[in-house]
């Protein structure tokens, strides 16, 4: 048997290792400033000249030519000496997003992702249960099944017979359809908090996921402020609060236009947002209302949700703020729709939202 073998330890080139190093937080920065390949980059030099991230074999300016070479940057032709991103680079931002979110999920265990519904599906569970005619031979385990052959049968005279046969379930998967919406109201950045920024990152996070795990499925978002409408998800990095007040109604009836149009069983609503609804459109012109819980907008929304629960839409409300009767609202909203909410902090508000998606795409709605 051979042991371990140790070499001389050869370490990678200086380049190399300077732009691995200065990319993370390049790629990092760009969710903070939209995508601004600029601000980021003059955030970098200010950072650069506090920390000394680079030295004199690897400079800030070979970064940016690395940058460009790689074809993560690429000059912006409407504005002479700026650069803007490339589908690489937002691709980057997402996967990034993705394993932050998921490596935190991992380490903490906050919960169990399996269900007590079994079936047809990919993932074997734990769950062992005697052959029954119809079942597949690959859903056979052999182990289980010459154990069961021995306690029935003896070693002495020992054989398989297909009552002995034991069969391994698979955990039930189905295709799902599901609308993120994201709150992009004024009130996102109030008060010295940054809450759109953890929110775009579980968007892109989420978007990633879909596409490298679950294929099948289709993610729609959404953003909603004075109005609703949807963003694609090569734009989410250039996503910004705006002066708007919150429209949930309008948010909520685009998700379920969206939903609607799906062919799949199971259909499902995630609302990021930190505060009530203060606006609906009432024909052409905007009712708006910031103080208090106005029961005009309050009851519009609740109606929406119950429109939501008759279609069998459940919505999972993420509520990125604690004020008392912002809570109460969102228990008469969650009670309406017959869904769940959760008051998350902005630190654990992926891992909330990752644990419920997987949660319930592995359940099928009927």
């Excluded at 385990?141 to 052959?149: G, Q, R, V």
């Excluded at 236009?257 to 947002?273: A, G």
């Excluded at 654990?348 to 997987?358: M, N, R, S, T, V």
């Amino acid at each position: 048997m051979k042991g371990l073998r140790f070499s001389k330890f050869t370490p990678p080139p200086k380049g190399d290792s300077g732009f691995d190093n200065l990319s993370k937080v390049f790629f990092q920065l760009l969710n903070y400033t939209s995508g601004d390949v600029s601000e980021a980059l003059n955030w970098m030099n200010d950072l650069d000249r506090q920390h000394g991230m680079t030295d004199d074999s690897y400079g800030m300016g070979d970064f940016i030519r690395d940058l460009n070479d790689k074809g993560f940057i690429k000059e912006d032709n409407s504005e002479k000496g700026t650069f803007k991103l490339t589908g690489k680079s937002e691709q980057v931002i997402r996967r990034n997003a993705l394993e932050e979110i998921f490596g935190k999920l991992k380490k903490n265990q906050k919960g169990n992702h399996n269900t007590s519904k079994t079936g047809l599906g990919d993932e074997p569970s734990a769950d062992i249960r005697p052959y029954q005619f119809g079942d597949t031979l690959d859903s056979i385990n052999i182990t289980d099944s010459l154990h069961t052959a021995q306690i029935n049968h003896g070693i002495d005279e020992f054989k398989l017979t297909h009552e002995d046969l034991q069969v391994q379930e698979k955990e039930h998967k189905s295709q799902t359809s599901t609308v993120l919406m994201i709150d992009i109201s004024h009130s996102m950045i109030l008060y010295g908090e940054d809450r759109i920024t953890p929110a775009k990152k579980v968007a892109m996070a989420l978007a990633e996921l879909v596409k490298v795990k679950y294929p099948k499925d289709t993610l729609d978002i959404i953003v909603f402020g004075n109005d609703a409408w949807p963003v694609e998800i090569k734009d989410l990095p250039y996503l910004e609060v705006g002066p708007y007040h919150t429209n949930t109604y309008a948010g909520l009836e685009l998700a379920m236009d969206i939903l609607r149009r799906r062919k799949t069983n199971n259909k499902q609503i995630f609302m990021i947002t930190d505060g009530k609804p203060t606006c609906l459109k009432v024909g052409t012109k905007y009712y708006k209302n910031s103080f208090g819980l106005d029961r005009k907008v309050v009851n519009k929304t609740l109606e929406m949700a119950g429109q939501c629960r008759r279609l069998n839409i459940p919505i999972t409300t993420f509520m990125i703020a604690k004020d008392p009767y912002l809570q109460q609202f969102v228990q008469e909203f969650t009670k309406t729709n017959n869904g769940r909410a959760f008051y998350s902090s902005l630190t654990g508000l992926g891992e909330y939202i990752f644990e419920d998606f997987i949660r319930n795409r592995k359940k099928t709605v009927r």
